[in-house]
């Protein structure tokens, strides 16, 4: 029964993950005739301009990382050893990564700290200044920055998950052992938090390894390049496919790294799920009168500023009439424009589409690789696992590049059209269905579907009457997840889209690029509400993220 | 009929099971043992969740094994109850049905006729996550019984309550089995609980069955020590048998003990039919039916509360064997007292009425009635 249930999923991967895939593989690996040839990628690493690419894709990821760890960490032992009121608020907004677009997050960065944002504005009237002060955009700063208040968060939820469940008392031990403040923190705290630490640390590397539209924009330009724009650059701008295919070959090679890397420190991480026991934890709101109270409370202020602010000023720019200074008045101009038709009504009309449809594919695909997964029992299972999950070690943008290169010969043009889009949204969204469903199905006592079995059900009833229903919250979760993912996907949709097939944060982008913020911010606000509609959905339902 | 269990092999690296044995049909047949024993892997066997290496089970004359699990038509009651938990508990016990396509009127008059027989009328539409530990075993055991199975399979089905509901359950589960005459294997650790519920008691040790035969005859008659000392409580002496003697209820032997010659009386009847259709050869099960020959060395094995302090009684008979030594503890458990006397050497232990007095110099004089010794062969 598993291997049929296989069928599908792994004809649909086959033909639009690992051909489009084996294309940018093969263009990498041929010289201009077609032969093979290691000559393209040599001369690439021979070359300063993208060694120094190379370098710096890498540099920034690290230093990034650094950044989001030391500004998660503290909120990660506020969540894991207080209680306080909001808690499940703050705890609620460290989804938020994982749901807002990147493009929100470019849009609100250049809003907020931009030469004309909100914090020059501020500054300048302040100190009746003539100039901005701050000149943060397109630098290694503002790279750096955007990506540590995007990614931090991540840092909270997933270090927080684990400190929660470490007994306070092997620290109350040390601590009559003598051991207090960093020593007790370095010798006994962190070797425990360190399995959810380094997890979580690789992600983030891995999501600003990959990052796009954050390096794009914010970047601004040659000196700060990563890999993903500079294929996305050679794809689209230069047209030239070989050296875009090699540069991703690389680019994956190094992300794939790190993936191995991180799922390897993952398994490592479950040891502490054994240590469950709930705890009494003191209450933050009794500590206000002391300076350590204060600071705390101060840095959870901070923390749900930095998540929200980027989408309180896309959301509150919209309101505006028109961009510059001087002038603020309230207006709905943008939406009446959005409302009224053409390519913006178009933009959310087919981002709605897509998402749907991204939804209704990668649901079953990642239910039925999921279920498989978690239920077979045989030595290639693992294997099987690995061939499925890799898309998430390949960013987007090789994605666009190998649909682009794969289906051009073709005489069915599947670049141009619809599916290509929803195509590429379901390989990136399905292994985010998977985690959330085969942590529920493994879940699944086996004493369930034995009572189960025993009463009649064989194995397609069971599936259906049993395990289905009892992963339902998850793939609701799933689901939303996958809605999400591809309404607010800007890499892969970049590569492919034409002026018929534009979502909307390609006309955020568009708009960021002409200077038309308020426009932007708009079409930001429309985005944000179904990315709003997909984090409501998977913060009720409940399932496990990241 | 009922169910036969022939030539079962299942081999694990570290553990192989062979089993051997039928479960009568309508009777409740207990399988005892220590953990690790393969007590749950034969349960698990029989409702097909594991398959054996070699065997066959068969189901009122027809074969069962070459089934999936799901067609064999045996209903389950899980340790740990394994409700659906995304069902209430009118679809929990309606599961089974829907599996076999029962009309919607047939379904709830049987979901009722088994919430009366569980005695949890009115809560068809509870969920089953907030019901109670022993509300929900009622559940699962209605769950199991609703789509009439051949055969029910208990595993351990009260470890997970406290002594108090374990005790109303069992008695409750008794009523039902007894009420709908269904063949039922339960699986326990728990020798209360199998002398209690039993029809008969299969004893199992590593993988084979030691004894199977009535609660009575497996604790009195223990088919071997293991099966003496597992069930009970047991005193135990070493001696030599050195004489036997014809007696008008059996056969008496002498044998020789430390302290002292004790007499005992064979049952004659004949080998008991534990199994009268299956005279498996290699089974141990009924050795004890065999007097060992004059001079072989035996262990001697009496339990504790048939030894009996009786001063007025003392010495009257002249086939009580009479023991005399000195008490080393005594254990006060209300009901009765539990009193260690040291006889040449020889620790032994007495479950004595508490009202009857002990002599107050320290010794104690006591005497086995000559049918409750059982010899087993060696030391």
């Known amino acids: 029964m598993l291997f049929v249930l296989?069928?599908?999923?792994?004809?649909?991967?086959?033909?639009?993950?690992?051909?489009?895939?084996?294309?940018?593989?093969?263009?990498?690996?041929?010289?201009?005739?077609?032969?093979?040839?290691?000559?393209?990628?040599?001369?690439?690493?021979?070359?300063?301009?993208?060694?120094?690419?190379?370098?710096?894709?890498?540099?920034?990821?690290?230093?990034?990382?650094?950044?989001?760890?030391?500004?998660?960490?503290?909120?990660?032992?506020?969540?894991?050893?207080?209680?306080?009121?909001?808690?499940?608020?703050?705890?609620?907004?460290?989804?938020?990564?994982?749901?807002?677009?990147?493009?929100?997050?470019?849009?609100?960065?250049?809003?907020?700290?931009?030469?004309?944002?909100?914090?020059?504005?501020?500054?300048?009237?302040?100190?009746?200044?003539?100039?901005?002060?701050?000149?943060?955009?397109?630098?290694?700063?503002?790279?750096?920055?955007?990506?540590?208040?995007?990614?931090?968060?991540?840092?909270?939820?997933?270090?927080?998950?684990?400190?929660?469940?470490?007994?306070?008392?092997?620290?109350?031990?040390?601590?009559?052992?003598?051991?207090?403040?960093?020593?007790?923190?370095?010798?006994?705290t962190l070797p425990q938090i360190l399995p959810a630490l380094l997890s979580a640390a690789a992600l983030v590397f891995i999501f600003c390894l990959l990052s796009f539209a954050i390096v794009l924009v914010l970047g601004g330009g040659p000196r700060y390049t990563t890999l993903e724009v500079e294929v996305y650059r050679l794809a689209k701008v230069s047209l030239d496919l070989k050296t875009g295919s090699a540069l991703a070959l690389v680019g994956a090679v190094i992300s794939l790294l790190f993936l191995y890397a991180y799922i390897k420190l993952q398994q490592r991480s479950s040891f502490a799920e054994r240590m469950t026991e709930e705890v009494e934890r003191p209450r933050l709101g009794s500590m206000l009168?002391?300076?350590?109270?204060?600071?705390?409370?101060?840095?959870?202020?901070?923390?749900?500023?930095?998540?929200?602010?980027?989408?309180?000023?896309?959301?509150?720019?919209?309101?505006?009439?028109?961009?510059?200074?001087?002038?603020?008045?309230?207006?709905?101009?943008?939406?009446?424009?959005?409302?009224?038709?053409?390519?913006?009504?178009?933009?959310?009309?087919?981002?709605?589409?897509?998402?749907?449809?991204?939804?209704?594919?990668?649901?079953?695909?990642?239910?039925?690789?999921?279920?498989?997964?978690?239920?077979?029992?045989?030595?290639?299972?693992?294997?099987?696992?690995?061939?499925?999950?890799?898309?998430?070690?390949?960013?987007?943008?090789?994605?666009?590049?190998?649909?682009?290169?794969?289906?051009?010969?073709?005489?069915?043009?599947?670049?141009?059209?619809?599916?290509?889009?929803?195509?590429?949204?379901?390989?990136?969204?399905?292994?985010?269905?998977?985690?959330?469903?085969?942590?529920?199905?493994?879940?699944?006592?086996s004493s369930l579907t034995e009572a189960a079995s025993s009463l009649g059900a064989g194995p397609w009833r069971l599936f259906w009457y049993l395990e289905l229903p009892l992963a339902r919250s998850a793939l609701i979760t799933g689901a939303a997840f996958a809605f999400g993912i591809s309404v607010g996907e800007i890499n892969a949709s970049l590569m492919l889209y034409n002026e018929r097939l534009i979502t909307i944060p390609v006309m955020v982008y568009r708009l960021i690029g002409s200077y038309n913020f308020i426009g932007a911010c708009a079409m930001g606000s429309v985005l944000m509400l179904f990315c709003f509609l997909a984090f409501l959905i998977i913060d009720r339902a409940g399932g496990e993220v990241g | 009929?009922?169910?036969?269990?022939?030539?079962?092999?299942?081999?694990?690296?570290?553990?192989?099971?062979?089993?051997?044995?039928?479960?009568?049909?309508?009777?409740?047949?207990?399988?005892?043992?220590?953990?690790?024993?393969?007590?749950?892997?034969?349960?698990?066997?029989?409702?097909?969740?594991?398959?054996?290496?070699?065997?066959?089970?068969?189901?009122?004359?027809?074969?069962?094994?070459?089934?999936?699990?799901?067609?064999?038509?045996?209903?389950?009651?899980?340790?740990?109850?394994?409700?659906?938990?995304?069902?209430?508990?009118?679809?929990?016990?309606?599961?089974?049905?829907?599996?076999?396509?029962?009309?919607?009127?047939?379904?709830?008059?049987?979901?009722?006729?088994?919430?009366?027989?569980?005695?949890?009328?009115?809560?068809?539409?509870?969920?089953?996550?907030?019901?109670?530990?022993?509300?929900?075993?009622?559940?699962?055991?209605?769950?199991?019984?609703?789509?009439?199975?051949?055969?029910?399979?208990?595993?351990?089905?009260?470890?997970?309550?406290?002594?108090?509901?374990?005790?109303?359950?069992?008695?409750?589960?008794?009523?039902?089995?007894?009420?709908?005459?269904?063949?039922?294997?339960?699986?326990?650790?728990?020798?209360?609980?199998?002398?209690?519920?039993?029809?008969?008691?299969?004893?199992?040790r590593e993988g084979h069955i030691e004894q199977i035969d009535t609660p009575e005859r497996v604790y009195n008659r223990p088919a071997n020590l293991f099966v003496g000392t597992f069930l009970g409580q047991a005193n135990l002496l070493p001696g030599r048998l050195v004489r036997r003697l014809g007696s008008s209820d059996g056969q008496m032997a002498a044998v020789e003990t430390p302290v002292g010659t004790l007499r005992v009386r064979w049952p004659d009847e004949p080998v008991e039919a534990a199994m009268p259709d299956m005279p498996a050869p290699g089974q141990p099960a009924h050795s004890h039916h065999a007097l060992p020959a004059v001079g072989r060395e035996v262990t001697v094995f009496f339990r504790p509360e048939h030894c009996s302090v009786d001063p007025q009684e003392s010495g009257k008979t002249c086939s009580s064997n009479r023991i005399s030594g000195r008490v080393v503890r005594k254990e006060y458990l209300g009901s009765h007292q539990l009193v260690e006397v040291e006889a040449q050497g020889e620790h032994l232990t007495l479950d004595l009425a508490q009202q009857k007095p002990l002599s107050g110099d320290g010794t104690v004089t006591f005497s086995v009635d000559p049918s409750n010794i059982c010899l087993f062969p060696g030391r």
Request: charged share 15%; net charge positive; aromatic share 10%.
């Open chain 1, 289 to 445: 009168g002391s300076l350590r109270g204060v600071v705390y409370l101060l840095y959870l202020l901070f923390m749900a500023l930095v998540i929200l602010a980027p989408m309180i000023t896309v959301v509150a720019y919209s309101f505006q009439l028109r961009s510059g200074w001087g002038q603020q008045a309230i207006s709905l101009e943008w939406y009446r424009r959005i409302l009224s038709g053409g390519p913006y009504l178009r933009a959310v009309a087919n981002s709605l589409f897509f998402a749907c449809m991204t939804m209704l594919l990668s649901l079953p695909l990642g239910t039925v690789l999921a279920y498989v997964g978690a239920r077979s029992r045989f030595a290639g299972g693992r294997v099987v696992e690995a061939v499925m999950m890799l898309p998430i070690g390949i960013s987007s943008i090789i994605l666009g590049l190998g649909y682009l290169k794969a289906y051009q010969q073709l005489p069915w043009r599947i670049v141009g059209s619809w599916y290509a889009i929803v195509f590429a949204h379901t390989v990136i969204a399905y292994p985010f269905v998977i985690r959330v469903a085969s942590a529920t199905f493994r879940k699944i006592k």
């Open chain 2, 1 to 204: 009929m009922g169910l036969q269990i022939r030539g079962i092999e299942k081999i694990y690296p570290d553990f192989r099971l062979e089993l051997d044995f039928q479960v009568r049909q309508g009777e409740l047949l207990i399988l005892l043992g220590p953990s690790g024993c393969g007590k749950t892997t034969t349960l698990r066997l029989i409702a097909g969740f594991i398959d054996s290496d070699s065997g066959t089970l068969a189901m009122d004359g027809h074969r069962i094994d070459t089934l999936a699990a799901h067609r064999r038509r045996i209903g389950i009651v899980f340790q740990d109850y394994a409700l659906f938990p995304h069902l209430n508990v009118r679809d929990n016990i309606g599961f089974g049905l829907r599996m076999q396509r029962w009309s919607p009127g047939d379904s709830r008059r049987r979901i009722e006729e088994l919430l009366h027989l569980v005695s949890l009328e009115g809560y068809a539409k509870r969920k089953v996550t907030r019901l109670s530990g022993g509300e929900q075993q009622r559940i699962a055991l209605a769950r199991a019984l609703a789509p009439q199975p051949r055969l029910l399979l208990l595993d351990e089905p009260l470890s997970a309550l406290d002594a108090k509901l374990r005790k109303g359950l069992r008695i409750e589960i008794r009523r039902i089995q007894r009420e709908l005459g269904v063949t039922t294997l339960y699986v326990t650790h728990d020798q209360e609980e199998a002398l209690v519920l039993g029809d008969r008691i299969a004893v199992m």
């Open chain 1, 6 to 188: 296989l069928l599908a999923p792994a004809a649909f991967l086959l033909l639009f993950f690992y051909f489009p895939l084996g294309s940018v593989l093969v263009g990498g690996l041929t010289d201009r005739s077609g032969r093979f040839s290691l000559g393209i990628i040599t001369s690439l690493l021979g070359d300063p301009y993208y060694l120094r690419i190379i370098g710096f894709t890498v540099w920034q990821a690290i230093l990034s990382t650094l950044l989001s760890v030391l500004m998660g960490l503290p909120g990660a032992y506020l969540l894991a050893r207080y209680d306080f009121r909001g808690k499940r608020l703050i705890q609620a907004l460290t989804t938020v990564p994982f749901v807002l677009p990147s493009i929100i997050v470019v849009l609100g960065f250049v809003r907020f700290f931009g030469n004309n944002g909100i914090l020059n504005r501020f500054l300048m009237s302040l100190l009746g200044l003539s100039e901005p002060p701050l000149r943060i955009l397109y630098s290694l700063r503002a790279i750096l920055l955007a990506h540590a208040f995007y990614n931090f968060p991540v840092v909270v939820r997933i270090v927080s998950s684990l400190w929660r469940r470490i007994h306070p008392s092997t620290e109350e031990a040390a601590r009559s052992l003598g051991a207090h403040g960093l020593r007790l923190f370095w010798r006994v």
